[in-house]
Structure formats: C-alpha cells, structure tokens
C-alpha cells in the first residue's frame, strides 16, 4: 500500500479509490457488545454496496474486526481515542501493535475533530511516534476540522490529512498549501441520511441539519471526487442507498481481495448516487 499527494491512494501499485463508511463500534440491540457475528454481517454487507474502505470511529476496533476486513479485501483508517495525556501514549503503541500485521490496516489515526486540539501535555507529533514505535511502515492521518493557523503543528505532524465534512474549497486550499501531502475526505454525511435525520430541504439537495454544516449532493462527490484525492473514505452511515459516479481520468481499480474471500449474497448493485 501507498499513498501519493498526486494520485491518492494505491494498493499493489493499482491507484485506487477509497470508497467508504464511517461507524461507532456498536449496534442496534446489542451496544458495544457486538458479537463477531454480526460484526461480520455487517462487514459483508458494507462490501456488497460497493465499499473498499472503513473507518473504525472513534475509537480501536474489536479485535475480531481487522481480520475480516482483511478476509473480505477492504482497507481501514485504525483510529485512536485517547488523546491530550502522555500516559496514554503506551497504549496507542499497543494498539498499533495489536493490528499491525493485518493486511486491511491502511493507515492509523491520531484523533477525531475537536480532540485533535486538546491542549494538555501530548502533541500530534508524539501520538505519531507512539505508532511508529510499534509500526513505522505506515503513515498517520487524523481526522479533522480545519482550524486557524494557531492549530498549525497539528497539519505540520500528520502524514496524511483527513478532512471532516468539507466542500471542495477547503480541499483545494489545503492541496494548495500542503502540495506534498496525501488528503482524503475521512468523514462525511450521506447526504441521503445522516443518523435518521429528517430532510431538510430536498430540492435543495440539503437532507439533513445539525451542528455539522448542510450536506448537498454536488459538494460531497466533488471534495471525493479529485483527481489528488484518495477519496471519500468515511461516509455516515451504513445506511447508504448508492454509490458515487466514477470520478474523471484514468480509472482505477476497485480494492481486491487481499486474503481468502469470504462468502457474500448474490444481490444487485446499487443504483449510482444522483447528481442533482
């Protein structure tokens, strides 16, 4: 696996488009105690509407996560939780440990939005150590908001820059200013559901509305759809109806297998995402 600041993501030197999910570790019925069969359920299912990446929010995944993701070939952003203390630092060494040897890890991640700006006694920089102490051979992201240039060592010391619930010009000012750094939309409202909420305005192409900024079709697929992008790595929720229109260029490849498949459903394709 690698990255590129030019053409986003590849796997076995294929670019490739990351097109995925965000999701708590937890479901409906049962909390965080998730068995490993629904887990798996859930896993498959993520695959069958199109899927090559998921991003563990916000939080270390269940230990029984990255094999299947492995097994059913989808890439992951592995995310921290704990975040701001120096204590906490041996145990996100433990955890990039823990899932350093599954082939799914595509990238770790420092924090999530506003705990990336926690301002106590650790940095960015030395979470991104912690995971190099137990795995250098990837690279660290984050997913964030953009901030005022008071925050600037956070963007200094990622890796990778994720970006939470942003149009295209706010990719295009962070390309402009970071044109060696890899970037992809780590997190995102479906634009057809956010959590169940209720539309907002649908002719307006606005289908939800709470603290995060109102989500229309055209700026999701455009801030996912750049040419330098990985892609849109982390859409909530699971509850998706389509998948995106192919982005402009050469095409690149879906994500393969990347150990033994495992069985899926023989279900239709989901209809693409309309574009207005």
Known sequence: ????????????????????????????????AVPARLNLLRSQALRLMGATHRRFSHNPPDSALPPIMSRIGVVTMS?????????????????????????????????????????????????????????????????????????????????????????QEIFDQFHAKYPDK??????????????????????????????????????FLKSGNLSWSAGVAGVWSERRACVPHPRPGPPRRAVPPLARRMPLAQVPSPPPCPLS
């Not at 999701?23 to 909390?31: E, L, Y």
């Not at 005022?148 to 149009?167: E, T, V, Y």
């Not at 992809?184 to 002719?203: D, G, I, R």
Request: glycine share 6%; hydrophobic share 35%.
């Open 1 to 32: 696996m690698s990255w590129s600041a030019q053409t986003g993501f590849s796997l076995n030197g294929n670019a490739t488009v990351l097109q995925g999910f965000c999701d708590h570790d937890d479901s409906v019925g049962v909390g965080s």
């Open 79 to 167: 995310e921290n939780r704990d975040y701001g203390l120096d204590r906490y630092l041996p145990f996100v060494t433990a955890f990039a440990r823990r899932d350093r040897n599954e082939a799914s890890v595509a990238w770790w991640s420092v924090c999530n939005e506003v705990e990336c700006f926690a301002t106590r006694n650790s940095t960015p920089a030395s979470i991104v150590e912690a995971f190099h102490d137990a795995d250098p051979s990837r690279l660290v992201g984050a997913n964030v908001f953009p901030v005022p240039n008071s925050q600037q060592a956070m963007f200094d010391s990622l890796q990778i820059q994720g970006l939470s619930h942003q149009k």
């Open 182 to 219: 890899p970037m992809a939309a780590s997190e995102s409202s479906s634009c057809l559901s956010q959590l169940s909420e209720p539309a907002v305005n649908k002719s307006a192409g606005v289908f939800w509305d709470n603290f995060n900024q109102p989500c229309g079709i055209q700026d």
